[in-house]
């Protein structure tokens, strides 16, 4: 069922009105990942401010030059088992994403094209599609890193950063260098990214393995560059715009600091979602409930 974008944008939104319950992955996905940061951060802190006999030291009685020799020579002590700590807690992480995101896709994708879904839509996805896309995330990943290419020409011009730091003028052309190095860098970013945007979407809705995924999303952005572009803004800009009223945001008024960190959770990443699914399933010529069904009273949360 072919879709112009206007009718995309409007039914998508009728869709996700009518399914709020889709914001419920998000949430899952950012109370467990605040849990994992506490860990990660209270775990680091003992590996920091862990003596030599294995007493952990109270920050509060130190100077600040006594504080940073405590670091310094507790990175130092460790330094494996921080660099285990760090992969680990991200690996984690990035499993648990990949674990609700499959499961917000699949509620997306029901809700599309039944006009309805529940929690078990997420868990039956989830437990098809996880650790596909969670290995999809990482080529994704390491795709990106690849893009430290065009900073290491730079790098090499600064030369040792010591030097550099007593003489800043003696390499002004390396610096220039390191500058439009991230500066392509960055715009390889936002050209994967955008590339790339529906490779989960491909791989969630069409089953897909990793390589096959991110070559459907390639082909789709091909095929569609136009509407997607469109939504990619439209994803970015409404972040963007959610930030920017945050931080005008009185600090004081803790009821309104909530409300406006909870709109991406709760608003904007599962709007988003269904807007993209829904946009590879009119593009991909499948059969969607029928819109005018969608102005209905839902049969439950």
Known sequence: MYEDFGTILNRGFYSWFRNLNICIPFILNFLINMIIYVLFVSLMGILFF???TGSIIDPATLSNKEILSILWNGFSENFGLFLFVIIAFFLFALFVQS???AGAIGMAKKASETGDTGIFDMLVSSSKNTIRLFLTILLTTLLL???IIFIVPGAFAVGNLNTF?????????GMIALGIGFILWIAYIIFLNLVLALSSYALVIDELGPLEALGEGFRFFRNNKLDVSIIWIITIGLA???GYVSEFVDSGNILFTAIISLVPIVILQPLTTVLWTRLYLTRKGRKLYDPSDLLSVPDSF
């Open 165 to 173: 730091i007593q003489n800043p003028e003696a390499s002004v052309n």
């Open 99 to 101: 674990f609700f995101t």
């Open 145 to 147: 890193l690849v893009g």
């Open 50 to 52: 862990t003596s030599n």
């Open 240 to 242: 963007l715009i959610n």
